[in-house]
């Protein structure tokens, strides 16, 4: 380079080495910071944004053939780990981080994008409670769309025999992982809804889509959004049995119930004839029991009617009657014993008084009675041949005269 | 698959019978209930309590499998 004039470097040609220099150098870089300025370019598809820390800043791009695969949308404000290489863009002459891959940090990327969604379809009303139809408590025909093989299908159909043998269980294999997952079971729902409302099916009561428990990739078909409106329009009342108790898709939300696993939809979805039999015994006791009761109830207040006052009242009248014509008698009685000693007494007294004053008595005295003929003209008065004579002048000369005494008569003659 | 959804329909009654029964036992329980209706009630609850338990007890779990023919058309066959 001796004597040799510098160099001179078109713009282009700078650029080209520093071009060279970064993206030979910036070949993968991984990059923490947070998304800002974040913009979809509508018509290509491609995201434009910054990724910076407190004090720097870089361009980002995503072009649309990466971005496609991303499960979530970036958001300002969001927290990211970058996976990329740096470029240069020689028309501007400015560098920007090319991006591969966008990892959410804190929370998965999957986790995000359920996030997103599930945040997307509850605005739109899909999971309105309102809207949610009611489970048959009695279900006939259940259609049940999972794995044809595995652990759930035998644990359901072991579960709802057990409880409720009098289900028809009609079983819809579908695939619950990988790419076409969704689509066979969106499938299986339109095509369950369709053969039950041309007659190929029995009415169905209920649908249940399940699947034993998995990593959140391995449910993700679960939370496909053509699923979630698939389920929102079905019109039968569809049961969400996905993972376990602690796995939530978005299939959960939009079903009419969530079941916390496979097994427990079988118990919610069917009465135990255990218990229903327990409340037919139930039954027949209380229903025998409350007419017997009733009867019992009744024969007790006819008896309660019979024993009343007034239902009484006639017979008391009755009784009140022979009372009082007991007493009368009894009174009648008593008035006419008394009268007769009475009379009793008092003929008695009178006897007493004629025995002091009867002729007997006075004769017994030395009292003599004196009787004449009755002539024969008194004799028409009286019926008497014997006269007693009261008056000396009632007798004549040798008139014969009848001297009682009180032991026997002697005749005597007047002088 | 006619035959199958009006064997359905014959069949739908258990749900209305329990919950006939439920009904009736609140009849009963309840005070403005004659005689002559207790009585009655009792047989019709006797009656069903009988179908009930001869539903519940011959119950046999009946299990189809749902498939597609090469032409789309859904297919049941027995399970297993």
Redesign the interface.
Known sequence: MNGILPEILTVSELNAQIRELIEENFRVVNIAGEISNFKLHVQSGHYYFTIKDQSSQISAVMWKSRNSTLLFTPEDGMQVIIKGRVTVYPARGNYQVEVWEIKPQGAGELQLRFEQLKQRLYEEGLFDESIKKPI???P??V?LITS?TGAVLHDF?RI??RR??????????VNVQGISAASTMID?LH??ET?SKR?????IDIIVIARGGGSIEDLWPFNDEKLARAINSCKIPIVSAVGHEVDFTICDFASDLRAPTPSAAAEIITPD?KE??EN?DK??Y???S??QS??VN?RNSIREIEKSYYFNRPKDLVYNFYQSVDDISRRIEKCTNEKISSLKNQVKNYGKTLHHVSPETNLRKGYAIVKKRVDIDEMRLQFDFDKIVTRASQLRKNEEVELQFHDSKKKAKIE | ??S??KK?KQ??T??DS?SR?EG??EK??SDD?S?EE??K??EE??AL?RY??D???N??????????NSKG??E?KE?K
């Open positions: 048959p408590a009695f006939e025909n259609v044809g159909i709802t025999e409720y043998p009098m289900m028809n269980l009609f079983i819809y294999p299986a095509e369950t053969a007659g190929k099916l029995p009415k004839t229903l039999i037919l039954f027949s209380f229903s025998r409350f007419v009733k009867t009744l | 698959m006619a199958g959804s359905a069949e739908s258990f749900e329990y029964l009736i036992l009963l329980e209930c005689l207790t009585i009630l009792y609850g006797l309590t009930c338990y539903k519940l007890n119950a046999e779990l009946r299990i189809k499998e749902i498939s597609r058309d859904i049941l399970h």
